[in-house]
């Protein structure tokens, strides 16, 4: 793992709203904590409501994860355009983020409890 990059269990559960809406619930998500970046939750995609993702074309490159791939979340209150994202195969050190999606959160709600 790069120098900079911590990943550590959350503890206790998150939850992940989207307009309102819960998308899903787990008591297995992490955190990773990169450089001076503010954290980010990690959720496994096993707890989250994957029908209501849909895959867009959007890639990124971190050099220290890997290739982001990036999903938009559909719900009755309209659309989330690329408000998720995950590496589905992230680089050697990185690897307990792989199967789980990040949410930004100016425009998903992700609570800890």
């Known amino acids: 793992m790069a ?7 959350v503890g206790g559960t998150v939850t992940v709203r989207a307009n309102g809406a819960v998308i899903g619930e787990s008591e297995g998500a992490v955190e990773l904590r990169e450089g001076s970046y503010p954290p980010v939750i990690y959720v496994p995609r096993a707890d989250m409501a994957m029908a209501l993702l849909d895959k867009t ?7 220290h994860k890997g290739q982001a791939s990036y999903y938009s979340i559909v719900t009755p209150a309209g659309v989330l355009e690329n408000a998720v ?3 589905e195969t992230p680089l050697r050190g990185a690897e307990a983020i792989s199967g789980h999606l990040a949410f930004y959160t100016d425009r998903v709600t992700v609570e800890r409890r």
């Open 3 to 9: 120098p900079h990059i911590t990943i550590t269990p």
């Open 57 to 63: 074309t959007r890639q990124t490159t971190c050099p």
């Open 85 to 87: 994202w995950s590496y």
